[in-house]
């Protein structure tokens, strides 16, 4: 795929796009789906322009938005030690952070185990459905611009491997029953990382600026 090399002081830069990797700055082209835009001068991907990317990024943060409160709220975990049984939960866990005195992991596990994924999903389902209903919302630009700034603070990620050391700590000294809350924050998971991995941000762009821009 063949792009123009510009100069910006000679030209005007609006409808340009400038590579991450080494700043090159290239125009804007129309791409069909299964297209790759790679930049001439480091090769670096630009854009992936992929299958039905609305329907399917529209239908996973929706799924997201469902899995999302009873991941938070339905028992990860039971705990039969001596015939005592106790259950726990993401927001018990966070709130037991906080009561031992552990303020600021409290607010690190909130901010990025709850509050930033919920913010993820939601701008991204609403950013998603505005465009699948061919909305004319002037603020989709920065809606969408600060769901890509948030992406890097959600680590979902980093709360299951959490879960998991705390279930390998455990295993020997207590009879561990997993609850369905464990696997809705798994599906959770899952879902945010295919969310963020397969949006195809160059055509979410190209619509949300229009062909006028």
Known sequence: MTESQLNPEEIDTKGLIACPECDLLIRKTEAGQGIKGLC???????????????????????????????????PIMTLDTLGLEQSTNIIQGIRALFRDGFHMVGVIVLLTAVIVPLI????????????????????????FRFYQRMDEWGMLEICMLGILVSIIKLIDIAQISYGIGLFCFVSLLIITIVSS?????????????????
């Not at 999903?121 to 002037?138: C, E, G, H, K, Q």
């Not at 991995?197 to 821009?213: A, K, Q």
Request: glycine share 6%; proline share 7%.
């Open 40 to 74: 001439p001068r480091c090769g670096c991907t630009l854009f992936h322009v992929k299958k039905d990317p609305i329907e399917r990024t529209l239908i996973l943060s929706l799924t997201g938005l469902i899995f999302f409160v009873p991941a938070m709220v339905l």
């Open 120 to 143: 993820k999903l939601t701008l991204l389902f609403y950013v998603s459905m505005a465009l699948r209903i061919r909305a004319d919302w002037n603020n989709m630009g920065p809606t």
């Open 197 to 213: 991995v397969s949006l195809d941000e160059h055509t979410y762009w190209s619509l949300i600026e229009g062909p006028s821009r």
